[in-house]
């Protein structure tokens, strides 16, 4: 069972930041792409930010420019540094592996998910 824990979330403040945590097994972060989603109430859950092995990564436009996707595999640790934040961007933020293909260079149908962390942005 490939558990991934999530933390860092909370609520802030617009233009605030913070800095999602996603603790995955060592194995994992080596050979598996990792993403972070987002799900924000009546609506579809969206790909916020990937990363694969060879350092490419991809971003939703909506954050481009205000969010990082980074990895430490020495502390078996994938991170979503978030700046800027708007209140658009309140929801509950899952981390996931492993996608099955990658379809136009995106990750497609992950195998491994966490169980979420709640981002709140007030205005």
């Known amino acids: 069972q490939v558990q991934l824990v999530e933390s860092g979330g909370g609520s802030v403040q617009a233009g605030g930041s913070l800095k999602l945590s996603c603790v995955a097994p060592e194995y994992i972060l080596r050979n598996c792409g990792m993403g972070w989603y987002r799900q924000a109430p009546g609506k579809e859950r969206e790909l916020v930010s990937s990363?694969?092995?060879?350092?490419?990564?991809t971003y939703a436009d909506s954050v481009k420019g205000r969010f990082t996707i980074s990895q430490d595999n020495s502390k078996n640790t994938l991170y979503l540094q978030m700046n800027s934040l708007e209140t658009e961007d309140t929801a509950v933020y899952l981390c996931?592996?492993?996608?099955?293909?990658?379809?136009?260079?995106?990750?497609?149908?992950?195998?491994?998910w966490g169980q979420g962390t709640q981002v709140t942005v007030s205005a």
């Open positions: 996931a592996a492993c996608p099955a293909y990658y379809s136009g260079g995106y990750p497609r149908n992950f195998g491994y």
């Open positions: 990363t694969r092995s060879g350092g490419s990564t």
